[in-house]
């Protein structure tokens, strides 16, 4: 706690340095990687990512120095460069985008580590710390690297406010674009350069292998909490942060911890949590959706077969065994029993000392769904001209799901049948 009062304070230089320099570098990714994730192109941020590191070796064998602003424009025009080389592949040649993609991405890292190993074994002393571009080094940055790679991050920030409208609209719905008269090959030019952008300036904080990771997963684990763009970019924008001052404080705490890897593990772990528990697309909600959409099934099926049972006699509230109930219908012991104690609990059916019978509210909510079952089968046979024995089973589906506005409709439309296409009799509301 001690250390982190300490790192939260920022009156050691070094920690403010490292701090706003992440901060910029992965809120500018960020922003960018939400209409990359849009667009269904991540691998595209991977493939540049990859292909800015010649651009880094040559600028340094050509001007010698490891000037963050040269190192910057030799690493933009190589990763443009192998967007072109995509773009020229998937238009002249039968290969599709991925397959273009993996090309060009190991084509250029390729010849990066070409590159990197001579200047190595060049001699050339001004080359020490050049492979942390691999990897990242966020811990080495400096108030010259803030400025240049901080000017640039907000340069990005501020074209994607002043696109905003543009990229949205290629982003959701391209050819309605298009159809409005917008120049959208000039809108995916800018984007591009806007990916290159956000690529360039984080190299120096994650690394070239790590990068795509810093692009795509803040706007992966904001997509699964939220629908609308403006607060995806939000959430991206504060994972992000959340993550870059995480990074910088594990470093800080464990001194042989590297800050890029860091950044990437807590919005890895971030993303996975969201997977897991968002409230409405979270793989929980949805295991816990269709938990209850099973139980819901198997409970209206059961109060069908009570009230199709109690039909015979015309006596509905009769006690029926857990046998009788399952001569009528295969169905697990387990399940039934099961089925019965819920709906016992929320008193639709009640127990006897011989078996189960239908409460008032038990039968009503049996007819109900026998009534939808063959108002439906009775629809397929009007309109869809479905032979009658073959309705059975679609109309066991559609029962559960048949809302009372088109309950009504169905019966409005139907005009208010008094059998189905088995002859047995349509119970309707008395």
Not at 114 to 143: E, P, V
Not at 152 to 166: A, N, R, T
Request: a neutral charge; glycine letters at 6%.
């Amino acid at each position: 706690m001690e250390k982190l009062i300490q790192f939260l304070s920022f009156s050691d230089p070094n920690v403010r340095f490292v701090v706003a320099g992440c901060v910029l570098l992965t809120v500018s990714s960020a922003i960018v990687g939400c209409f990359t994730f849009l667009r269904k192109r991540a691998l595209l941020g991977d493939a540049v990512a990859h292909s800015v590191l010649p651009g880094v070796c040559l600028s340094f064998m050509i001007a010698g120095t490891k000037n963050p602003f040269v190192l910057l424009i030799g690493a933009f025009l190589t990763g443009w460069l192998s967007l072109l080389a995509i773009d020229y592949i998937t238009r002249n040649t039968k290969l599709k985008e991925d397959t273009a993609i993996g090309l060009t991405l190991s084509v250029f890292f390729g010849i990066g580590i070409l590159l990197l190993t001579n200047i190595q074994h060049s001699g050339n002393a001004a080359q020490s710390g050049l492979d942390s571009f691999l990897f990242g080094k966020a811990a080495s940055l400096m108030l010259d690297d803030i400025l240049i790679f901080g000017t640039v991050g907000i340069i990005l920030i501020v074209i994607v406010f002043l696109f905003y409208k543009e990229l949205f609209l290629i982003s959701f719905d391209e050819n309605f674009a298009r159809t409005i008269g917008l120049p959208v090959k000039t809108i995916e030019l800018l984007l591009s350069t806007l990916t290159v952008m956000a690529v360039v300036v984080g190299i120096q904080a994650v690394g070239v292998v790590l990068m795509a990771a810093m692009l795509i997963t803040p706007a992966a684990a904001a997509r699964y909490w939220t629908s609308n763009l403006t607060s995806m970019i939000f959430l991206a924008v504060m994972l992000s942060m959340i993550s870059g001052i995480g990074g910088a404080f594990v470093s800080y705490q464990e001194k042989n911890m590297p800050t890029g890897p860091w950044i990437v593990m807590i919005i890895s772990v971030i993303a996975i949590l969201s997977f897991l528990f968002s409230p409405q697309k979270g793989i929980a909600a949805r295991l816990f959706i269709q938990r209850q959409h099973k139980l819901k099934i198997l409970k209206e099926n059961i109060l069908k077969l009570l009230f199709q049972l109690g039909e015979k006699e015309k006596n509905f509230l009769t006690e029926r065994s857990i046998d009788e109930i399952i001569q009528k219908r295969a169905m697990e012991k387990s399940e039934l029993k099961k089925g019965l104690r819920l709906l016992r609990l929320e008193g639709y059916v009640s127990k006897e000392t011989t078996g189960w019978k239908l409460t008032i509210e038990g039968k009503e909510q049996g007819q109900r769904v026998t009534r939808l079952h063959r108002l439906w089968e009775m629809y397929l046979t009007e309109y869809l001209r479905i032979a009658p024995d073959h309705v059975h089973d679609d109309a066991e589906s559609m029962e559960h799901i048949i809302t009372p506005e088109i309950e009504q409709k169905l019966e409005e439309q139907l005009k208010h049948p008094k059998t189905d296409p088995h002859l047995s009799e349509i119970p309707y509301k008395s």
